[in-house]
C-alpha cells in the first residue's frame, strides 16, 4: 500500500497551463482505469475532480482535465485562475485497497 | 441533496478507543459503498478502510488493520469506526466518502466535513 508519488509543489502564472503527474505502479494506476483527482483548500474537505482517469463529474469546470498513460496518471489545468490555488491529490483503485498521492501545492503567482 | 455528517471525534490517550459516527442522507444508504480517510494535521490523504453495502466485505489499511473495524447500521444510514489501540500516529481528522458510483471504485464524490482525532497523552 505504497503511497502514489506527486511532485511537492507546482506553480504557473494565470492564463497558463499547468500539469501534475501522479506515478504508481501496475498493481495501482497502470492496473485499472480508476484514478481520480482532488482538489483540496485549506480546512475544507476534499472535492472530487476527475474520475475515472479522465471523467469531470458535474460542475467541474472543462479547464480540468485528466488522462493516464502506463502507470503514470496526469491533471491539466489550463487557464490558471487564482481559485485553482490548492492542494491536489490523486488517488487510484487497487484489488484490496484504495491510495492516495501524497498531494501537490498548485501556487498561482 | 447528499450529506456526510461525522461525529465523535476528541482527545483520547495513546491505547485508548474511540468510535466515529457518519450520519448519511440524501440518497439510498443501503446501495453505496462507504469509506473512512484521513488526514494528519499538514499531511496528505490516507484511505483507512471500506465497507461494502450489504456489510459483506471490510478492508483495511495496512496501518490499522486489526486495530479499527469498520461498520454500518443501513436502517439507521450511519457508518462507524470502531478505533482501538489508538497511536500518536493515528491523529488526524477523519472523513467519511462516498463513492461516485455504487462502489468507490471510480472515487469520492461525497465526503463530510471530518472530525479530528487527536491521540496524546
Known amino acids: 500500500q505504497s503511497a502514489l508519488t506527486q511532485p511537492a509543489s507546482v506553480s504557473g502564472s494565470p492564463g497558463q497551463s499547468i500539469t501534475i503527474s501522479c506515478t504508481g505502479t501496475?498493481?495501482?494506476?497502470?492496473?485499472?482505469?480508476?484514478v481520480s483527482w482532488y482538489q483540496q483548500h485549506p480546512g475544507k474537505a476534499p472535492k472530487l475532480m476527475i474520475y475515472?482517469?479522465?471523467n469531470r463529474p458535474s460542475g467541474v469546470s472543462n479547464r480540468f482535465s485528466g488522462s493516464k498513460s502506463g502507470n503514470t496518471a496526469s491533471l491539466t489545468i489550463s487557464g490558471l485562475q487564482a481559485e485553482d490555488e490548492a492542494d491536489y491529490y490523486c488517488?487510484?483503485?487497487?484489488?484490496?485497497?484504495?491510495?492516495f498521492g501524497g498531494g501537490t501545492k498548485l501556487t498561482v503567482l | 441533496q447528499v450529506q456526510l455528517v461525522e461525529s465523535g471525534g476528541g482527545l483520547v490517550k495513546p491505547g485508548g478507543s474511540l468510535r466515529l459516527s457518519c450520519a448519511a442522507s440524501?440518497?439510498?444508504?443501503?446501495?453505496?459503498?462507504m469509506s473512512w480517510i484521513r488526514q494528519a494535521p499538514g499531511k496528505g490523504l490516507e484511505w483507512v478502510s471500506y465497507?461494502?453495502?450489504?456489510?459483506?466485505?471490510?478492508n483495511y489499511a495496512d496501518s490499522v488493520k486489526g486495530r479499527f473495524t469498520i461498520s454500518r447500521d443501513n436502517a439507521k444510514n450511519s457508518l462507524y469506526l470502531q478505533m482501538n489501540s489508538l497511536r500518536a500516529e493515528d491523529t488526524a481528522v477523519y472523513y467519511c466518502?462516498?463513492?461516485?458510483?455504487?462502489?468507490?471504485?471510480?472515487?469520492?464524490?461525497?465526503w463530510g466535513q471530518g472530525t479530528l482525532v487527536t491521540v496524546s497523552s
Open positions: 466518502a462516498r463513492g461516485f458510483f455504487f462502489d468507490d471504485s471510480s472515487g469520492y464524490q461525497y
Open positions: 475515472d482517469v479522465s
Open positions: 465497507i461494502s453495502s450489504s456489510s459483506s466485505y471490510t
Open positions: 440524501g440518497f439510498t444508504f443501503s446501495d453505496y459503498y
Open positions: 488517488s487510484s483503485y487497487t484489488s484490496s485497497s484504495r491510495v
Open positions: 501496475s498493481s495501482d494506476v497502470g492496473g485499472y482505469n480508476y
